[in-house]
């Protein structure tokens, strides 16, 4: 197992990495695929507005909205976000990919956003997000205007917190809700759902994702035995202090050492939040709780930019460059 300590020391963030030719498209016509496309493009990048996402602070996306793709046969990349989260909480990552060539896509989970919690801790988000990507899936590849422009060999993975959690179903793995239960102290939601002897769903796999980027899953749900299933490649990453929804950093460390064969590992010196977007200085005035890092004088502008390589980096191996 090969692992890499950095030696750099739920939402929502933008002014990202700066980006030279990435477009975007928006989804804004249907709830169920509301979100945005990322790809290369010739035209420079501006701010794209998306308005107040209820936090106190306006969010703007960097690209250039609708220009053309450029490019055949463009390797594709689906995000999935965390718990409570939104499309675009990892932009600067998605700028840097389709910077490098790479068609990317990311939707809103409906039910499980920052402003829709109708389905967040429920046991029915557990089927509800694999489903979702899979829509999106089906979309880029059969609805999409501009779907001739991807290699529908050439399909990646990118998820973060319970994001990653949910790409590790898609690739195979089963949630162990049995173990869940054993640890479960709550009389609310999904717990209170469990020792109600409520069936959790049975998860979608999708055998059309060849490589993957995991960061900071969900542990709870993950043993060895489940993570076996796993068969395609991917690069997982943890975060050395956790944070909400991942504990304290031991249940990752523990998931990373339950992964068969030997997956590309890094470890970050920082909490769960620290894998988001850089903050601008608005965001971080209204909800400090995502923008702040630990430890105090962790850069995670510095940070990004190491780790958005990294993740084209390896994708690019798994899944090929501009044009393949």
């Not at 990202?16 to 477009?23: D, L």
């Given at each position: 197992?090969?692992?890499?300590?950095?030696?750099?020391?739920?939402?929502?963030?933008?002014?990202?990495?700066?980006?030279?030719?990435?477009?975007?498209?928006?989804?804004?016509?249907?709830?169920?695929l509301s979100g945005a496309i990322w790809y290369p493009c010739?035209?420079?990048?501006?701010?794209?507005?998306?308005?107040?996402?209820?936090?106190?602070?306006?969010?703007?996306?960097?690209?250039?909205?609708?220009?053309?793709?450029?490019?055949?046969?463009?390797?594709?990349?689906?995000?999935?976000?965390?718990?409570?989260?939104?499309?675009?909480?990892?932009?600067?990552?998605?700028?840097?990919?389709?910077?490098?060539?790479?068609?990317?896509?990311?939707?809103?989970?409906?039910?499980?956003?920052?402003?829709?919690?109708?389905?967040?801790?429920?046991?029915?988000?557990?089927?509800?997000?694999?489903?979702?990507?899979?829509?999106?899936?089906?979309?880029?590849?059969?609805?999409?205007?501009?779907?001739?422009?991807?290699?529908?060999?050439?399909?990646?993975?990118?998820?973060?917190?319970?994001?990653?959690?949910?790409?590790?179903?898609?690739?195979?793995?089963?949630?162990?809700?049995?173990?869940?239960?054993?640890?479960?102290?709550?009389?609310?939601?999904?717990?209170?759902?469990?020792?109600?002897?409520?069936?959790?769903?049975?998860?979608?796999?999708?055998?059309?994702?060849?490589?993957?980027?995991?960061?900071?899953?969900?542990?709870?749900?993950?043993?060895?035995?489940?993570?076996?299933?796993?068969?395609?490649?991917?690069?997982?990453?943890?975060?050395?202090?956790?944070?909400?929804?991942?504990?304290?950093?031991?249940?990752?460390?523990?998931?990373?050492?339950?992964?068969?064969?030997?997956?590309?590992?890094?470890?970050?010196?920082?909490?769960?939040?620290?894998?988001l977007a850089p903050c601008s200085a608005d965001l971080a005035?209204?909800?400090?709780?995502?923008?702040?890092?630990?430890?105090?004088?962790?850069?995670?502008?510095?940070?990004?930019?190491?780790?958005?390589?990294?993740?084209?980096?390896?994708?690019?191996?798994?899944?090929?460059?501009?044009?393949?």
């Open positions: 197992m090969r692992c890499r300590l950095w030696a750099l020391a739920v939402v929502l963030c933008c002014l990202g990495s700066p980006v030279q030719a990435a477009g975007i498209q928006l989804l804004q016509s249907d709830p169920a010739a035209a420079e990048p501006a701010q794209v507005a998306l308005g107040s996402l209820s936090v106190g602070a306006d969010f703007d996306l960097k690209g250039a909205k609708d220009c053309p793709v450029t490019g055949a046969k463009l390797p594709l990349v689906i995000y999935s976000h965390g718990r409570g989260g939104f499309f675009g909480q990892q932009h600067d990552t998605a700028e840097a990919l389709a910077d490098a060539g790479f068609v990317v896509a990311a939707i809103n989970h409906p039910g499980d956003t920052f402003s829709d919690s109708s389905r967040r801790d429920t046991l029915s988000v557990w089927g509800s997000r694999p489903a979702d990507i899979v829509r999106l899936l089906d979309f880029l590849l059969n609805g999409w205007k501009d779907r001739a422009v991807i290699d529908p060999a050439r399909i990646g993975f990118f998820g973060f917190s319970l994001g990653g959690t949910t790409g590790l179903m898609l690739m195979g793995s089963k949630p162990d809700f049995a173990r869940v239960a054993s640890l479960c102290k709550e009389t609310t939601g999904v717990c209170a759902q469990l020792h109600n002897g409520e069936t959790p769903p049975e998860p979608v796999h999708d055998a059309r994702i060849r490589a993957a980027v995991i960061i900071d899953p969900a542990p709870t749900v993950l043993t060895r035995e489940n993570l076996a299933a796993v068969k395609v490649p991917f690069q997982f990453w943890r975060s050395q202090f956790g944070g909400p929804g991942v504990g304290d950093g031991a249940g990752n460390a523990r998931v990373a050492a339950d992964l068969p064969g030997k997956p590309d590992i890094q470890i970050v010196p920082a909490g769960h939040f620290a894998f005035a209204a909800v400090p709780r995502i923008c702040t890092d630990v430890p105090a004088g962790f850069d995670r502008a510095a940070f990004h930019r190491k780790f958005n390589a990294t993740v084209v980096q390896f994708l690019r191996e798994q899944l090929g460059g501009r044009g393949g």
